[in-house]
Structure formats: C-alpha cells, structure tokens
C-alpha cells in the first residue's frame, strides 16, 4: 500500500536552499485549510504539479468541494487565474480565443480566451465534446495556443486543474488516453469523515460563505518567485540509477499484468520520477528514495492504466492493480 499524499510537518531541507520556498509552498496548507476542511493530499499533489509543471485531474461526486479547493489554492497564490465552466455548447475558441475584426482599423485582432493565465480551473471538463477538451491539448504540452496559424504562448508558471464527476455519465464524454496522460496527477477527492463533515457544517453556520474567500481571511502567502526557486531545487534532487531501475520496474509491471490491457508507458514512468523528486524535497531531503516513488505511484499512474472489462466486471480497479505492483515489485536497497 502506497504511504498517504500528506507531507510531515516541519520538515526542513538537509542542504539548506529553498527554506523560504518551502516555508511559502507549506504555508499555502494552513491557507487552503481556512476554507477547505481535510483533502490535505489533494492540496499536497496541487503543489507537486506546480513544482513539476504538470497538471491535475480532480475527481469526486459533487458537493466534496473540488472548485473550493482549486479556488482557494489560487487565492492562496500571487497567481492570475480564471475559471471554465465546460458545458455541452462550449466551443474550442472559448477557451483558446479568437480573431476578430476591428471595423475602425479594418483587421483582425486577436482576442485571448481564459486559457491565458497561470491557473486555469476547468469545471467538469467531461461536460463538453471532445473537440472543445482537445482545444486544451497543445495548451497543455506546448505552453501555447495556436490560432490562425501563430502561436501563442502561455505565461509561466501555467496549470490546468480540471475537475470531473465520477458517477454522473448521462451528458458526458469521457476524457480519451491521449488527453488523461497530459495530466500528471489524477487526485481523487473523498467524502470527508463524520468529524470533518461536523466542522464544514459548523463553520457554515457561523457565516462562512465559500464564495467569499476572502471573508475567509484567505491572503496570498506564495508567488511566482517561490515557484521557480523550489523548481531549482527539486531540480537538483538526486536520483540514484537504483531508484530510475524501480521507476522503470514498476511502470513494466504494470504493462505485464493480466488485469490491464494498457500499462504504463515512458511517460508516465518519467512523470513518476518527476513527481517523486518534488515529493523528496518536499519532505526535506535532497535526494530520492523507495517510499518517494511509493507514495506518488498511485495519484502518478492510476489515469496511465486501462482495464480489461472482464477485470472490471470482477471489481478490480486501477488502484488495486497498482497496489498489487507495489507489493510485488523488488525494492532496491
């Protein structure tokens, strides 16, 4: 069983870089916490796709506060962000932009659609045709927008966090392979437990309202800076030819196994290492080891993976496989 997507407290770089980075990216917990209560992992893998570049997939019935989150998270960010709500009629220039004529100068201007900002929030991004999710592809590999022919691109830092339910199927179009493995992480966002659902409905009836964040006393404690100084560092994490060889077991396990009839490919191998080096620093340490890539296998690959249906009509699930490969897989030493 992979450790859980929650870093320690406290903890502190052995080298001593980054401390303010760290200091700012932890403090954004305490932030979020002021309107989010628990989903301390969903925070936690929201800042290892910002250190790493990548982009996240959230998914949980409605009403577990999965637009709260990412709302808060930019909130608790120097961040320009924007907001999609992807429904059936949406169209490809919505969201990318589009040119239009000006009569007083006769041409055509470019107008930038929402996807120009650092963090964009898609609301339940399998509301909407596949042409209009395929219009965020290119946004989200190349950092640009092509439009007539010119590229255009995206400011730095730049994440996708997009949401999806996982039981309303009437009215949706499921995301295709090509387009789930752009997205680092896929987060799941439980029910909370009696105790936490106890103090969302306490703070409720005390006044908060969760569309005023900043009544929350919500106040941006990170920015751009912090970002690119911990992208240094997690770039300097060490990684032993020992801890590549585990990677690459664990992603070729997972194309033997009986119950799947997609693995993992190279590049789900490479966003493990990636994430598994940003939870390193994370967690203080300057170098990778077995339970860094443990703890990230699951929220790294589990969207990377296709079920045979006979293996789906018996239960198993992604997580089950890749738990499964885990426990089976040599850990080096």
């Keep these: 069983m992979s450790a859980p997507l929650s870093v320690p407290a406290g903890t502190t770089e052995t080298l001593g870089n980054g401390d303010t980075a760290r ?16 989903q301390d992992p969903a925070v936690t893998g929201l800042v290892v796709a910002l250190l790493c570049r990548g982009h996240v997939l959230l998914e949980g019935v409605p009403g577990v506060a999965k637009t709260l989150l990412v709302r808060a998270l930019a909130a608790s960010l120097e961040l320009d962000t ?44 399998n509301r909407t045709p596949p042409k209009t999710q395929s219009s965020l592809l290119e946004a989200m590999e190349e950092r640009q927008v092509t439009v007539d022919g010119t590229p255009r691109a995206l400011p730095d830092p730049f994440l996708v966090a997009a949401t999806q339910n996982p039981v309303e199927y009437e009215g949706t179009y499921p995301l295709p392979e090509a ?18 659902e106890i103090s969302v409905l306490t703070r409720h009836s005390t006044g908060f309202d ?3 964040l900043e009544s929350a006393g919500i106040r941006p404690v990170a920015g751009a800076a912090d970002l690119e100084t911990a992208r240094d560092a997690v770039a300097r994490t060490k990684v ?21 009839s997609l693995g993992v490919s190279p590049r789900g191998a490479t966003a493990l290492l990636s994430t598994a080096r940003a ?24 969207h990377r993976v296709q079920l045979r249906p006979e293996a789906e009509m018996e239960g198993v699930t992604p997580d089950s496989v890749i738990t499964a490969v885990l426990a089976h897989v040599p850990v080096p030493r």
């Design 82 to 125: 924007k907001r999609v709500q992807f429904t059936p009629d949406l169209m490809p220039s919505d969201v990318t932009g589009s040119l239009v004529y000006d009569a007083r100068t006769a041409e055509f201007s470019f107008q930038p659609g929402p996807v120009f900002t650092n963090l964009l929030l898609a609301d339940e991004i």
């Design 210 to 212: 969760p569309r005023d």
């Design 279 to 302: 939870w390193a620093w994370l967690t203080g340490r300057d170098y990778v080891i077995p339970d860094d890539v443990k703890a990230l296998a699951l929220p790294t690959l589990r």
């Design 23 to 38: 200091a700012s990216l932890e403090a954004l917990r305490s932030e979020i916490a002021k309107a989010v209560v628990g």
């Design 179 to 196: 387009q789930l493995d752009r997205f680092l992480l896929k987060l799941t966002v439980p029910l909370p437990s009696r105790e936490e």
């Design 240 to 260: 032993s030819p020992e801890i590549a060889g585990y990677v690459v077991d664990i992603c070729r396990a997972t194309r033997e196994s009986p119950s799947l």
